[in-house]
């Protein structure tokens, strides 16, 4: 049993000179928390492991990677996933960095919506699948970390279903609102592609709620305390929050490389007092806020001059980005205003670094700073604020901490403050300049208490410790997958290719087009209709396409196709070039009171609708908040079904969607009436949802498909409506 380690970019920086190639260790929270786990856990061995891999982009574009940058990365342990020049902009400049980040830390002004972003993220996320596929088996361990990876817990679920799978995200997960601003299918997709994982970690619980909504809003899939039922399979969603490796931080002052910065350092600030930050360029940050709630301290506090000093430590990032120049000539535009406004000979109100700092000055500022000023305006954690806390050894130190940052929940004795709140900022600086020395001790002792019990080591073995529970679990529960694929494909086509006549009986939404969010949009395309139209030009070859669709929707769209149609989930049936008749002769007097007790539900669930059709009427609540609108869909099934229970009509509840139609038709009596009348010896019945699951089962000697992911009546699956296209394009070149 392995454990694969997947992320964005290796933890290593690859450098090459005169042919030589050389692997540096990068600097970074993740790779410092996996090290750090794997220096305590014997290799991964202390956990059962065998052997432990990495994968990610090498940092070198593929059009430079050479064979033997490839040789060393594999004798390292580090696998490589080649990406091009193009995608490195496209996938990590693009979505990644233009889309997502913004995105997800609220800032949706510098959000990017661009199609070919989008495109460049699938791909690249399939390139990581497919190397992640060729190194695996069943039984071995796959942990996926950040935003850039979101579609691959899925596609790996798809390709290797004995896989434990889990996924971590790093930054924070969104409000349903803020996410609700991607394209529809993108969200879905980002959400599905991340509950194809056992496990799916987030720092806070504020994240998981947020994500819980989303998922319950936006795919309408059933929640049970923090896990999610993907069909047959169960996600387990909770909070793990990211730590630091506290006895490295807290013995840094004690190493000698460190003790000497230090004391270069107190030399240098000649006794003043030292308010300290580090950042990464980024419009997250709050650079500029911070620098002029400093700013304003400086001026309500004038005693503090030639008294204190800022450090503001910057680190650049994604040079080049006009963006981010802007920000860094704001930031020295700032330092310069408050230098020559408040600036002695003797005395530089803020020391500003534009530079990575080594490691051992970094460790020399945290454990002599007086106080620590983190105020990022988002943060997913943020490892900073821990470090120094970590780093104080001598039980001295103030960190001010933005209330926005995913460790203000941790560290509590901390000045907790809003980083907009320029007057608040201001206060903490004096309040924690002038806090006594006990009530320093007593705020650092408490924070230093929790993370020596809960660091790095601990994060990272209850994530793996609790996917190996979430793995047993599904791997109990769930029978194995049974995919359209190989044999079973190959299967398929000879026993259509040998057939007398054929039925092919096909859902819509889902199956043959993707689901949009308006029932206008899904208008099939001209490839779909030349792809029927060919399968019904094969001899004694029938297609039928049984739907919930309205009459008048088929007819426009699909008419004009030498094809059978059932709308309404098959209340009335037309054959090719015919008109409609009902499935059977049905009573309809229920409909205005029916009306009536959906429009009383329309107005307590603002964002619901009613959908009228012939012989049905239905109650649409994807638009409502998802706690308002599962309780009303509860409460509205009741109330219909003691209405209609004897008045010759059924109740159906289906995702976000109550529907009331004549009992006795459904999706399964209009295909088992078309399989009667035709007489095939070959049947094939594809859909995607439960309404299609009742063709499953009226028809079990059909070769059954069901399309996507969830419990089944059906023989087979296939993930998509594009692979589902495929499939019935093998059939319609069959030749006889």
Not at 606 to 611: A, L, R, T
Request: charged residues 25%; negative net charge; contains cysteine.
């Amino acid at each position: 049993m392995r454990l694969v380690i997947v992320s964005n970019r290796l933890p290593v920086t690859v450098v090459m000179h005169d042919g030589n190639v050389e692997l540096r260790e990068a600097v970074g929270g993740l790779a410092t928390a996996i090290k750090s786990f794997l220096r305590a856990s014997d290799g991964g061995k202390a956990l059962g492991f065998s052997e432990v891999l990495w994968v990610g982009w090498s940092g070198v574009k593929a059009e430079a990677e050479t064979a033997e940058v490839k040789k060393r990365l594999r004798e390292a342990g580090l696998v490589p996933v080649s990406l091009t020049g193009e995608e490195v902009n496209l996938f990590y400049e693009g979505f990644c960095n233009a889309t997502l980040w913004p995105l997800f830390h609220g800032f949706t002004v510098y959000t990017v919506f661009e199609a070919k972003f989008w495109d460049a993220y699938v791909r690249v996320n399939q390139k990581f699948a497919e190397v992640v596929s060729s190194l695996t088996e069943p039984g071995d361990f796959v942990w996926v970390h950040d935003y850039h990876l979101m579609l691959l817990p899925a596609m790996l679920r798809d390709a290797s279903p004995e896989l434990a799978v889990g996924f971590f995200l790093h930054i924070p997960f969104p409000p349903a609102e803020i996410y609700q601003l991607l394209p529809p299918s993108w969200r879905a997709a980002m959400l599905d592609g991340v509950l194809g994982a056992d496990l799916v970690g987030f720092h806070v619980h504020e994240y998981v709620n947020n994500f819980l909504r989303s998922v319950a809003r936006f795919l309408g899939y059933r929640l049970e305390g923090g896990v999610v039922q993907v069909g047959r399979r169960r996600a387990r969603v909770g909070a793990f929050p990211i730590s630091v490796e506290f006895d490295f931080f807290h013995g840094a002052a004690e190493r000698p490389e460190v003790k000497v910065q230090m004391e270069e350092l107190r030399q240098r600030l000649r006794g003043l007092k030292v308010v300290f930050s580090i950042d990464r360029l980024d419009y997250t940050k709050g650079v500029l806020n911070r620098l002029r709630a400093w700013e304003r301290f400086l001026k309500e506090h004038p005693e503090w001059r030639r008294r204190a000093t800022f450090v503001l430590v910057v680190v650049p990032s994604r040079t080049g980005v006009a963006q981010y120049e802007v920000m860094r000539r704001e930031i020295e535009r700032e330092v310069g205003k408050i230098n020559g406004e408040f600036g002695e000979v003797d005395w530089v109100p803020v020391v500003y670094i534009s530079r990575f700092i080594p490691t051992e000055t970094l460790l020399a500022l945290y454990s002599t700073a007086d106080v620590a000023l983190i105020t990022p305006l988002k943060d997913g954690m943020n490892l900073v604020a821990k470090e120094y806390v970590s780093s104080r050894r001598d039980c001295r130190g103030v960190l001010i901490l933005s209330e926005t940052a995913g460790a203000a929940q941790e560290l509590l004795e901390a000045l907790i403050v809003n980083p907009n709140d320029e007057s608040g900022v201001a206060e903490a600086i004096h309040k924690a300049l002038t806090m006594s020395e006990e009530e320093q001790c007593r705020r650092i002792t408490r924070m230093q208490s929790r993370l020596r019990q809960h660091d790095v080591v601990k994060w990272a073995v209850d994530f793996i410790q609790a996917m190996a529970v979430a793995y047993a679990d599904n791997k109990t529960a769930v029978e194995p997958v049974r995919r359209l694929e190989g044999e079973a494909l190959k299967e398929l086509v000879a026993q259509f290719a040998g057939a007398r006549r054929r039925l092919v009986v096909l859902d819509y939404d889902g199956t043959l087009v993707p689901h949009y969010p308006y029932a206008y949009q899904a208008v099939p395309d001209p490839d779909l209709k030349r792809l029927l139209s060919d399968l019904a030009a094969l001899p004694e070859t029938y297609v039928a396409v049984v739907s919930g669709r309205g009459r008048d929707f088929l007819e426009s769209w699909l008419g004009d196709l030498p094809i059978f149609l059932a709308a309404e989930h098959g209340a009335y049936i037309k054959e090719p070039g015919g008109g409609w008749a009902p499935l059977f002769p049905f009573d309809m007097q229920w409909k205005d009171a029916v009306r009536k007790i959906m429009e009383d539900f329309v107005a307590l669930a603002p964002g619901s609708y009613i959908e009228e059709k012939t012989s049905s009427l239905a109650w649409h609540f994807r638009n409502v908040e998802p706690e308002i609108g599962e309780a009303a869909a509860n409460r509205l099934v009741e109330a219909l079904r003691d209405m209609v229970g004897g008045a010759g009509a059924a109740v159906l509840r289906g995702k976000k969607v109550v529907e009331v139609r004549p009992a006795g038709v459904n999706k399964g009596a209009a295909a088992k009436l078309l399989t009667e009348r035709l007489t095939p010896d070959f049947l094939l019945v594809a859909g995607d949802d439960d309404t299609d699951e009742e063709m499953f089962k009226a028809l079990p000697e059909a070769f059954s498909i069901k399309v996507g992911r969830g419990e089944t009546a059906a023989r087979y699956t296939t993930p998509s409506y594009r692979s589902l296209r495929e499939v019935l394009r093998l059939l319609a070149e069959v030749k006889r």
